[in-house]
């Protein structure tokens, strides 16, 4: 699924450039590139199925080169994440009845990449061999508002694995004084948005609980519509998550507990507090940056600028080639903002010049 | 005299490009290009001869086209003012040598163009009558420690001139106290480093108090070096300026007290004292800049860069293509540091390449 608009990352993620498309992590790959080989790992290339916005066609076929047409399915409306799974299962039913699909974005941080391959191993062999949906369940390590939480039945494991359980309850984003409580008990988990299913399992689950949804993708055994077909079948489908429209309902999820350190890296803040820390609590990810009584500050420039800072404490200094932001760390809400101030001020240039 | 090097403006101003060719205030213009269309005001065009460091001819070839051969000087060496003024000083006695001169550097700031005008114009009317140097006196605004201090005599008017006095003393960068001394006379102004004088008065002037560099450059009638013969008299001649080589030591130099506000803008501090303030005594030279909790904070970057700044009071902001500074006003004494830090990284760099 690489599919998202815009971001919190401003300047460096825009409409034109969302998260998933760019390195802000640092380093050569962009965040698809980085999900894309990773599966390449696991599953043979020809496997793997990115979805996205007709939008970003362009981008992922310059980010990862020769891909199959099949490969790249081109979403014409935004619908969430319900739609979007569909489509790929249709596709993928034309070509494999069986398949044990991973479902997952392409824009999340992955620390372990052999506890991560482990994990979805066990995943998959589970799905293999078991009609159940398994999600990986990350053990909280603060009360996130911003993420989905899993209830687990604690009491017992299920499948003979240590790390797996029933799933009771999801709750997305819950207030802070309800993540607390959560975290509090030790039977929640965050929720990766990565869905482990074999295909007739998925396809029963939209049947059950999404049937419009079935309807439009995953009734037919064919399902090769026309450009204007598949424009018409998002005018008209719903726009909804896969945890809202089926996780929260279905009664045979399980979670596995994952291994491997994660982060949807949602935020500056996040992104800080998941890279790694230089002296003085500096968190330098790009650009070649001189530092004089400077701490907590994060630099993510492109890599050919310099930046000399002196005197910051607890700053984001972001930039692209153009533009370069400063501002406090715990000012980051007010970021979107800037970028709409920013753009406004673009538009008036431009209209003026007309 | 437009032959600087380096500049406290890193990163805008640099080696390869000092102050005099930079627009360190904004505008399109650089303050060489502004100081030669202001004399354009003044005298014929074919009048203004620049001299420079032979590094910096193509500069200024570039900045003022279409300039002849005798007008632009390249010393092959630095060797203060001196040399610099005898060296123009001798194509000006081939070409005309009743000449009445005006000697100026590049690079400082005049505020008010038509006093300006009328201030120099009053000191030519008496160096054309009379064997004097008129030198430009601004009355200072505070105890500057870096500038030359010209005392007067206060008791008298001289050439029946309101705002003309005979010179008694010259003193270069004087320590705060005495300055503060200085300043609560009355008796003292800032030297601004601009001098009237003709040609024979100045010949006479080297001739008795920098006689050695009379004899390179002034003794002859017709000063037509090669380069070799040129480079050969800059190595001999020693390094000095026409403050500590002459006017300290003349009995003939009277000072016109300016109108036209003057700053050498020799420092970060000393443009954002100059230059004027937007709301919250920001001062935005250049660049597309958004403000949001800031304050007393000085920004200059390239026309086409955004800057996005939240929560800084009292700071520099500059950056040139691919340089961005970001440090306390009151730190600005460190930003030689700074540079040092940045070319040795540059350097090894460079080396490791090899």
Same mark, same amino acid.
């Given at each position: 699924?690489?599919?998202?608009?815009?971001?919190?990352?401003?300047?460096?993620?825009?409409?034109?450039?969302?998260?998933?498309?760019?390195?802000?992590?640092?380093?050569?790959?962009?965040?698809?590139?980085?999900?894309?080989?990773?599966?390449?790992?696991?599953?043979?290339?020809?496997?793997?199925?990115?979805?996205?916005?007709?939008?970003?066609?362009?981008?992922?076929?310059?980010?990862?080169?020769?891909?199959?047409?099949?490969?790249?399915?081109?979403?014409?409306?935004?619908?969430?994440?319900?739609?979007?799974?569909?489509?790929?299962?249709?596709?993928?039913?034309?070509?494999?009845?069986?398949?044990?699909?991973?479902?997952?974005?392409?824009?999340?941080?992955?620390?372990?990449?052999?506890?991560?391959?482990?994990?979805?191993?066990?995943?998959l062999?589970?799905?293999?061999?078991?009609?159940?949906?398994?999600?990986l369940?990350?053990? @909280? #390590?603060?009360?996130?508002? =911003?993420?989905? !939480?899993? &209830?687990?039945n604690?009491?017992e494991?299920?499948f $003979?694995?240590?790390?797996?359980?029933?799933?009771?309850?999801?709750?997305?984003?819950?207030?802070?004084?309800?993540?607390?409580?959560?975290?509090?008990?030790?039977?929640?988990?965050?929720?990766?948005?990565?869905?482990?299913?074999?295909?007739?399992?998925?396809?029963?689950?939209?049947?059950?609980?999404?049937?419009?949804?079935?309807q439009?993708?995953?009734?037919?055994?064919?399902?090769? @519509? #026309?450009?204007?077909?598949? =424009?018409?079948i !998002?005018? &008209?489908?719903?726009?909804?998550?896969?945890?809202? $429209?089926?996780?929260?309902?279905?009664?045979?999820?399980?979670?596995?507990?994952?291994?491997?350190?994660?982060?949807?890296?949602?935020?500056?803040?996040?992104?800080?507090?998941?890279?790694?820390?230089?002296?003085?609590?500096?968190?330098?990810?790009?650009?070649?940056?001189?530092?004089?009584e400077v701490?907590?500050?994060?630099?993510?420039?492109?890599?050919?600028?310099?930046?000399?800072?002196?005197?910051?404490?607890?700053?984001?200094?972001?930039?692209?080639?153009?533009?370069?932001?400063?501002?406090?760390?715990?000012?980051?809400?007010?970021?979107?903002?800037?970028?709409?101030?920013?753009?406004?001020?673009?538009?008036?240039?431009?209209?003026?010049?007309?």
């Amino acid at each position: 699924m690489a599919g998202g608009f815009g971001s919190r990352f401003w300047p460096i993620c825009r409409d034109e450039n969302p998260k998933q498309f760019s390195n802000i992590m640092g380093g050569e790959e962009s965040m698809l590139q980085t999900t894309f080989h990773r599966f390449e790992r696991i599953c043979p290339r020809e496997n793997i199925i990115i979805v996205t916005h007709q939008r970003y066609v362009g981008k992922v076929r310059e980010q990862i080169p020769d891909l199959d047409d099949y490969q790249v399915l081109s979403e014409p409306h935004r619908r969430n994440t319900a739609p979007c799974i569909a489509y790929a299962a249709a596709v993928i039913k034309n070509r494999c009845p069986d398949a044990n699909i991973i479902v997952t974005p392409a824009d999340h941080a992955i620390f372990h990449e052999a506890k991560f391959q482990n994990d979805i191993n066990q995943a998959l062999s589970i799905t293999s061999q078991q009609p159940v949906i398994v999600t990986l369940g990350v053990p @909280p #390590t603060d009360p996130n508002t =911003s993420y989905g !939480y899993i &209830q687990i039945n604690d009491a017992e494991n299920t499948f $003979g694995h240590a790390n797996m359980h029933k799933v009771i309850t999801f709750t997305e984003k819950p207030p802070l004084e309800i993540a607390k409580q959560f975290i509090a008990t030790g039977e929640f988990f965050w929720n990766a948005g990565i869905f482990v299913w074999s295909l007739p399992t998925l396809i029963k689950s939209f049947k059950k609980f999404l049937p419009t949804i079935y309807q439009s993708f995953l009734n037919g055994n064919n399902f090769t @519509p #026309t450009e204007e077909e598949l =424009s018409e079948i !998002y005018a &008209q489908t719903g726009s909804i998550s896969v945890d809202v $429209g089926i996780m929260e309902h279905a009664t045979n999820v399980h979670v596995l507990q994952a291994s491997f350190g994660w982060s949807d890296i949602e935020s500056w803040e996040s992104l800080y507090a998941n890279a790694p820390k230089q002296g003085n609590q500096n968190c330098i990810i790009s650009g070649q940056t001189f530092t004089y009584e400077v701490s907590n500050t994060l630099v993510n420039v492109p890599a050919n600028k310099k930046v000399i800072l002196q005197g910051l404490d607890g700053y984001i200094v972001a930039g692209t080639e153009d533009t370069i932001l400063v501002c406090r760390r715990n000012q980051e809400d007010s970021i979107f903002k800037f970028s709409l101030d920013v753009s406004f001020e673009e538009q008036a240039k431009t209209e003026n010049k007309k």
